[in-house]
């Protein structure tokens, strides 16, 4: 009887461990290469060389519109979309109807993927087509 009580608190304590030994391990590599940089800079001071430029921006802190994939997106939402109709019919054929509604859950989270797919390939046209304007103007 007492192991019955044990499973859910192993399962908030394991996924809060989990979150935290990520965020861990997240800082510990970024200040390793922060420690990386100020002994490369402090070495280029020794050595009077000039000193390399500068990053004030983590990796991670790109520009958001570089680092995302319209294609990826649209992978994304096409497959949530599939999953969550065929969780969908798949629970409502089983009998669980009531249930089946919770299918519609990653349907929906497809369609928004879908619909911010559309919006990627719209931006990354226009800015091609910008790009292609600005080349053939002449300065």
Do not use: C
Request: charged share 20%; net charge positive; proline share 6%.
């Amino acid at each position: 009887m007492n192991g019955v009580f044990l499973i859910p608190i192993v399962a908030i304590v394991m996924g809060i461990g989990i979150g935290m030994l990520g965020m861990w391990t997240d800082h510990k590599r970024k200040s390793q290469m922060l420690e990386q940089q100020h002994r490369e800079r402090m070495a280029a001071i020794e050595k009077g060389v000039d000193l390399p430029p500068r990053s004030d921006e983590p990796d991670s802190a790109r520009n958001i519109s570089e680092s995302v994939n319209p294609a990826r997106v649209l992978r994304t939402g096409v497959f949530l979309l599939a999953f969550g109709i065929v969780l969908y019919f798949a629970l409502d054929t089983v009998g669980a109807s009531q249930a089946a509604v919770f299918g519609l859950i990653p349907a929906t989270l497809g369609l928004a993927n879908l619909a911010y797919a559309a919006v990627l390939f719209d931006k990354e046209r226009k800015a091609e087509a910008q790009k292609e304007r600005n080349r053939l103007l002449p300065p």
